[in-house]
């Protein structure tokens, strides 16, 4: 199966709406194993530097080809994620 590993440093406190925010991290773990091989990794990790916490969701999936990278917007949606479907 998929190995998970949880790589947090330090304990981090953020502030923000709790209910998006682990909406948010749900949807990046949950696409991470979707898109994992069987035999796969997926690594959290989770950093505070300059007084900011970051969190990286790092797995072996085939990605989103860099010509379809974007910034995000509240109002715009990306192409759908059938078109880099893993087989």
């Known amino acids: 199966g998929i190995l998970v590993v949880f790589e ?15 909406q948010a991290f749900i949807n990046l773990l949950g696409n991470a ?11 959290v990790r989770v950093q505070m530097s300059g007084g900011e916490a970051t969190i990286d969701v790092i ?11 974007r910034t995000s917007s509240p109002n715009s949606r990306g192409p759908k ?3 880099w479907q893993h087989n």
């Open 59 to 69: 797995d072996d999936g085939i990605g989103i080809p860099p010509d379809n990278w």
């Open 8 to 22: 947090p440093v330090c304990e981090v406190h953020v502030l923000g709406d709790p209910i998006r925010l682990l």
């Open 33 to 43: 194993l979707k898109f994992t091989p069987k035999d796969g990794t997926v690594a």
């Open 81 to 83: 994620c059938s078109r």
